[in-house]
Every structure is written in C-alpha cells, then in structure tokens.
C-alpha cells in the first residue's frame, strides 16, 4: 500500500469519526425531556424515544467499523512501516557499498592516472634514446664514410708505390743482367787470359786483374744489396694488394739467377787464387 493510499483511508476514518461523534451529540439533545403547555410529557417522549433508538443504532455501527479499519491500517502501517524501515537498512547498505565502489573507483582512477604518467614518461626516455640512437648512427655513417674515402685513398697511393716499386726491381733486374753478362765476359777474358800466358803475365797485369774484379764483386754486391730491398719492400707491400703469378715466377727467377751468379763469382774469384798462386 502506497502512502497516498493511506492517506486517504485516514482521511475517511476522520471522516467517520466526525460523523459519530455529531451522531452521539444529537441523540443526547432528543433524549432531553420537554414540557408542553400544559406540563405534560408524555405526549412528546413517545415519537421522540423510537427515534433516538433508531439513530443510536447508526453510530455505533459505524464507530465499530471505523475501529476495525482503524486497527487494519494501523496493521498496515505498522508493516509499511517496517518495510520503509527495511528499505531504509537496504538504502543505507546501498549507500555505504556505493561509497566503497566510489572509493575503489577514485583509487583505481588514482592508479590509472600513475600508470598514464610512468608510461608518458617511459614514451618519452624511448623517444630520448631513438633521438640519441639516430645521432650515434649517423655520426658513425659519417665517420664510415671518411674511413673508406681515406681507405681508398690509401689504396691508390699504395697503389702507384707499387707501380714504382716494380719499376725500380725491373730496372735492378736489368742491371744485375748487365753486371752477370760483363761478369761471364770477364771470366772468359781472365779464362783465356790464364791459358794463354799462364806463366808470362806481369805483375802490374795481374795488379789490374785484381783490381777490375774488385771493382766487379763491389758492383755485384750492391746491385744485390738494392735487389734485396726491392725484394723486401714488395713483400711488405704483399699485405695490400697481394703478388701475382708473374711477379712470384720473377722473383723466383731472379732469386735463381743471383745463386748462378753467386756461384761463377765464387768460381771466378777460386781461379784468381788458383791464378795468384
């Protein structure tokens, strides 16, 4: 039962009421005795009784029904009463978990808020360190590229020593093949020298002998001497740009040929003992 209902039920029950109470006040006024005229009563008291018996009857029904409605609503009140009371305990619960659900809530917006700033912050040192990454390999780009200019640099200069180096060992290659030819044409002139005039030589022939062999050991010694620089000077360069087949077959041929030669000069310089003696 809504409030309004029951509202309105006390509103007719006081309704009721009055009425009883109106009811009650006018039969006592009839039941009053009145004198006639003449001072006689009897008269009157007859029609006056059977209508105050038949109005009495009235009110009190009406009062015993009002009374039971009365304890009805007052039943219904009371029930509404402990519903509204119930409800109350319920709205008051209701109240207390909305304020723990709007805490929890305020607490995990609060977190919410504290994972947003870290994230933004860890946004922010990646984008730092992408920044300083980019430099870093732009930087070394940069330096790369100066690394393989001057490489290439270096090459090509290496390059044009080499060439030089090749055409000094050529040029040494041809003198020694001059020193070995006058070599071999010297010790067929001493050879033929010796069997002609074994014993008829001079001594200032034999001084002048000496003396151009010398001077040919001396010559032979520092062709020897550059060839072998030459020699070491390519193997050093071997490192940047490595010898061909040519190059290791002339210098295996010239290594050769400075043994043959090495030996004619031991030959040759053991005739002139043999000669002196």
């Not at 430099?135 to 080499?162: D, F, H, P, W």
């Not at 014993?199 to 062709?223: A, F, H, P, T």
């Not at 020699?231 to 295996?252: C, F, I, R």
Request: with cysteine.
């Amino acid at each position: 039962m809504s409030v309004e209902q029951i509202r309105m039920r006390m509103a007719k029950l006081s309704a009721a009421g009055t009425a009883s109470s109106a009811g009650r006040g006018q039969m006592s006024g009839v039941s009053s005795p009145q004198s006639t005229a003449g001072g006689s009563t009897k008269e009157v008291d007859k029609p006056m009784r059977r209508q105050s018996s038949s109005a009495a009857v009235a009110p009190a029904g009406a009062a015993k029904q009002a009374s039971g409605e009365l304890a009805g609503l007052t039943d219904e009140i009371l029930v509404f009463c402990h519903l509204l009371d119930s409800s109350r305990r319920r709205a008051l619960d209701d109240c207390v978990n909305l304020r723990q659900t709007i805490r929890e809530l305020e607490k995990l917006l609060e977190s919410s808020r504290q994972r947003e700033v870290s994230h933004l912050s860890y946004v922010e040192q990646q984008r730092e360190a992408i920044g300083m990454f980019e430099k870093r390999y732009y930087s070394l780009k940069s330096r790369a590229r100066g690394l393989m200019k001057e490489a290439q640099e270096t090459q090509e200069k290496l390059k044009v020593e080499l060439d030089d180096l090749r055409a000094k060992y050529k040029n040494a290659e041809t003198s020694l093949y001059s020193t070995q030819t006058l070599l071999d044409d010297q010790a067929r002139e001493l050879e033929q020298l010796r069997a002609q005039t074994k014993n008829s030589l001079s001594e200032k022939e034999i001084q002048n002998m000496r003396l151009k062999l010398l001077k040919l050991e001396d010559e032979n010694g520092r062709l020897a001497t550059e060839r072998q620089a030459l020699v070491a000077q390519l193997e050093g360069k071997g490192s940047v740009q490595p010898k061909s087949k040519k190059d290791e077959d002339m210098t295996e041929k010239l290594r050769q040929e400075n043994e043959s030669l090495r030996e004619r000069l031991e030959e040759v310089t053991r005739q002139k003992d043999e000669f002196q003696d």
